[in-house]
């Protein structure tokens, strides 16, 4: 029999095996100082590209105040216990209520993190006879919740309408069989290229097969549509999703998120999400913040317009250097070159150390052998001069990458790596 541990001594993971070369810099780097368009990383100052604060609402001087009366008024532990238990108040309740509003739902129920949140949203809405379809680039928490049922799921191509169809009608085939139903996942936008969620064209499928859509809008809420609604409102099929599920995380600069859907499904929820019965309530002063952000949101759509301004500068910025973006349609910004990962890691090193520009690396396994992605992150507080600064660095960088200079430099290190 073998020790428990000898697998862990022997691989430390696709992600691990990289921590001698690239932890604290490529993976747990620290960003030092107040949440901005610049920060300092490792003593020097960096344009960032990779905090998820959309709207800039992190530092915005009216949520700071409501968030530090909040911790004042309640302290960080209130209220102790979970939802069902001892959890529960009544702004948990009027934050609901005014989610739910937003969105265009029923109702709504505020999640203590996303992540669990949704997980248990999948767990709880199947049973073993149902069947999920859902995207093959799906979130790390969909799949989690996926890993929970105990009956069929089927992937599809990512967001590609046949394969969407054909998995459909293999699902519904099943589902007839065990006389279970469909549940159908789709994100509202893909976070690592960007692209939304074929939501127009599924709802559209409704009228051949039967399933229920759940859409985590984790990237779009805040971000799409005329009210900031997400990718529902965008597509004008808001009402088509029969549960919607957004992060704080993202265009609310906090910790947090919600589902909203009819008030029958929701009192079903309430009473099934395991990892809010058994888990701690969103505290108080997370509560009121929300709240505030809420408030700011439905104010005016100036964050949300001022966030598109530089998303446009940016992507048509990089389309007209000629940078391959993909085909994002969302504020997500990917940039595709091609390179091994020892030569992504010098080009990373060049973009910070020498071009002072942060942006988030992504390599196989996440995306195929011999791709980079540089996923870039504009938010309301960009400038245009971080924008120019950053098309000026992009062009540098690519010039290094192409006449070979990264690969000569990443020599020792694919020595070292036995590349
Ligand atoms: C698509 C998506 N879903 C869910 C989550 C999880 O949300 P949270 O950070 O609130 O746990 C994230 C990450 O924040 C995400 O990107």
Redesign the pocket.
């Known amino acids: 029999m073998k020790d428990l541990f000898a697998k862990i001594y022997r691989d430390k993971g696709p992600l691990g095996k990289w921590a001698d070369q690239a932890e604290g810099y490529f993976v747990f780097p620290k960003l030092e100082g107040q949440i901005s368009n610049r920060m300092k990383f490792q003593g020097r100052e960096v344009i960032t590209w990779s905090i998820?604060d959309y709207l800039g609402l992190a530092n915005n001087p009216e949520v700071r105040k409501a968030d530090e009366e909040a911790v004042k008024k309640w302290g960080s532990a209130y209220p102790m216990g979970a939802r069902m238990m001892s959890g529960h108040t009544e702004l948990h309740e009027q934050l609901q209520n005014e989610l739910a509003e937003f969105v265009s739902k029923e109702s709504a129920y505020v999640?203590n993190?996303?992540?669990?949140?949704?997980l248990s949203t999948i767990d709880a809405l199947v049973g073993k006879n149902d069947v999920i379809v859902y995207d093959v680039d799906a979130?790390a928490?969909?799949i989690d919740g996926v890993r929970l049922h105990l009956g069929k799921r089927f992937t599809y191509k990512h967001n590609d309408l046949d394969s969407i169809e054909l998995n459909l009608a293999r699902a519904e085939k099943i589902a007839e069989q065990t006389g279970g139903g469909v549940l159908f996942i789709s994100?509202g936008?893909?976070?690592m290229r960007g692209e939304q969620g074929k939501l127009k064209e599924i709802v559209e499928l409704k009228k051949k097969y039967n399933f229920r859509l759940l859409v985590?809008?984790?990237?779009g809420f805040g971000t799409l549509g005329k009210t900031g609604a997400g990718a529902g409102e965008e597509q004008g099929v808001q009402d088509q999703i029969d549960v919607y599920?957004a992060?704080?995380?993202?265009s609310m600069a906090s910790?947090?998120?919600f589902i909203a859907a009819d008030k029958e499904i929701i009192d079903y929820l309430k009473y099934n999400l395991r990892s809010q019965m058994f888990a701690k309530s969103l505290q108080m002063s997370l509560v009121e913040g929300a709240l505030k952000r809420l408030e700011l949101l439905r104010r005016s759509t100036d964050f949300k317009d001022k966030l598109w301004e530089n998303v446009n500068a940016l992507q048509n910025g990089l389309k007209d250097n000629g940078f391959d973006i993909g085909t994002t349609t969302s504020c997500v910004t990917p940039v595709y070159l091609k390179g091994s990962i020892p030569e992504a890691m010098a080009l990373v090193k060049d973009l910070r150390e020498n071009h002072g520009i942060f942006c988030s690396i992504v390599v196989y396994p996440v995306i195929p052998k011999g791709l980079i992605l540089l996923r870039m992150i504009p938010t309301a507080t960009h400038t245009m001069e971080d924008i120019d600064l950053t098309l000026k660095a992009f062009s540098a960088i690519r010039e290094r990458l192409e006449n070979g200079t990264y690969k000569k430099l990443s020599q020792a290190l694919m020595e070292k790596m036995g590349e």
């Open positions: 998820n999640l993190f996303g992540y669990q949140g949704i979130h928490c969909i994100e936008v893909f976070g985590d809008d984790a990237h599920f992060t704080f995380a993202k910790t947090g998120a």
